[in-house]
C-alpha cells in the first residue's frame, strides 16, 4: 500500500495522476493548509518541510513531484512507465528535470514579479523565462510524448507542467504545447485524478 498526503489545490495533483496511472492501491490523507494540516506535528514528521505532495511506500518517504513520479515508475515496473532504451531513458530524465528546475524557476520567478539582471543569466539555473520556454517548445515539437510514441511517468510530470502553465496562462500558447497537452488530457488516469480532486475541491469549498 502506498500512504499519499495531499490537498487538491496544490503540486499534490501531479502525483495523483501518477497513482491513477500505476493501477495500485493507495491511500489519501488530505490536508488543510495551515497548523492543524500540512504543518501539523504529525505531518511534520512525515516531511519536514511540511510541503505536498508526500508519499510513504515500503517505510520509505519520498517529497517533491518530480521524485515521486520517477520512484513509482521504477517501484511499479509492471505499469510499464519508465522506458527502456537507452535514448529514450535519456529524454525522460532531461525532460522531467527541465520541467522540474528551469521551467518550475523561470514561471515561479516571472509569477513573483523576479527578473534576472541584465547580463546575468549564466548565474540562475534557468536563464531566462523566454529561453527555458523556448527550450521546452523545441524539446516537445515533433514528438507525441517525452520518449517519442510511449507515454511514460516523464509525461506525467511534463504534461501537468504544460497542463497547468496554459491553463493558467503562466506560460504562452503554441502548438507543440496544445497538441501535447490534448494528448495527456485524453489519459484514463488524468480524468479520474481530475475528478478525485475537482469533487475534493468542490466538498470543501461550499459557501
Known amino acids: 500500500m502506498i500512504e499519499f498526503w495531499t490537498n ?47 508519499i510513504r511506500h515500503d517505510g520509505k518517504v519520498v517529497t517533491e513531484a518530480a521524485a515521486i513520479c520517477l520512484y513509482l515508475a521504477d517501484a511499479f515496473p509492471q505499469a510499464k512507465l519508465k522506458p527502456a532504451g537507452a535514448a529514450e531513458l535519456a529524454d525522460y530524465y532531461r525532460f522531467t528535470l527541465f520541467a522540474a528546475g528551469p521551467m518550475e524557476q523561470a514561471v515561479t520567478a516571472r509569477a513573483l514579479g523576479w527578473h534576472v539582471p541584465e547580463g546575468r543569466d549564466g548565474m540562475a539555473g534557468f536563464g531566462s523565462f523566454d529561453g527555458a520556454v523556448s527550450a521546452m517548445e523545441k524539446m516537445l515539437t515533433g514528438r507525441d510524448f517525452v520518449c517519442g510514441k510511449t507515454f511514460t511517468a516523464a509525461d506525467v510530470y511534463v504534461g501537468s507542467t504544460i497542463d497547468w502553465g496554459l491553463a493558467f496562462k503562466s506560460i504562452p500558447g503554441c502548438p507543440a504545447f496544445e497538441t501535447y497537452a490534448e494528448r495527456v488530457r485524453a489519459r484514463p488516469a488524468y480524468t479520474s485524478a481530475k475528478a478525485i480532486n475537482g469533487t475534493r475541491i468542490a466538498a470543501t469549498h461550499k459557501t
Do not use: C
Open 8 to 54: 487538491p489545490m496544490s503540486r499534490g495533483q501531479i502525483a495523483h495522476w501518477m497513482l491513477e496511472e500505476l493501477g495500485h492501491p493507495y491511500t489519501t490523507n488530505w490536508l488543510d493548509f495551515g497548523p492543524g494540516g500540512n504543518k501539523s506535528a504529525d505531518f511534520l514528521a512525515v516531511n519536514p518541510m511540511g510541503k505536498v505532495p508526500t
